[in-house]
């Protein structure tokens, strides 16, 4: 069993093409004995954004805090605080902060 605060685990720059502004925690991974799951925390800096993406596994995900969109393809949808989002396997997707404080989500 691991059993931690996020603030503990540290954070990473993204260092992708096509982000900015994006660091990411690994909360769970294959490190802590899960080879199928990943629970991470990203945080998207006002004006930053995820690569423009897509990948064979689905997403579920939970916004923490801020506001923001995730595109859809090339459709922008708004995103804020509370909301859950399904993103299926092979969908082109990316997050994008919009607001003025950080973005965060599982």
């Known amino acids: 069993m691991k059993v931690i605060a996020s603030s503990q ?6 260092q992708m ?7 990411v925690r690994w909360l769970v991974d294959r490190r802590d004995g899960a080879p199928r799951f990943a629970m991470r925390e990203f945080e ?9 993406h897509h990948h064979p596994y689905e997403h579920e ?4 805090s801020g506001q923001g ?4 393809g090339d459709e922008p949808r708004s995103i804020r605080t ?7 396997p092979d969908e082109v997707h990316q997050f994008r902060n919009s607001g ?6 599982l």
Do not use: H, M, N
Not at 17 to 23: D, S
Not at 61 to 64: A, D, G, H
Not at 100 to 105: A, K
């Open 61 to 64: 995900v939970y916004i923490l």
């Open 82 to 88: 509370g909301d859950v989002i399904y993103i299926a």
């Open 69 to 72: 969109e995730v595109l859809q």
């Open 9 to 14: 685990v540290p954070a990473q720059e993204v």
């Open 44 to 52: 998207i800096a006002p004006g930053g954004y995820t690569p423009k």
């Open 17 to 23: 093409e096509g982000a900015r502004g994006c660091r």
């Open 100 to 105: 003025q404080e950080p973005l965060r989500f």
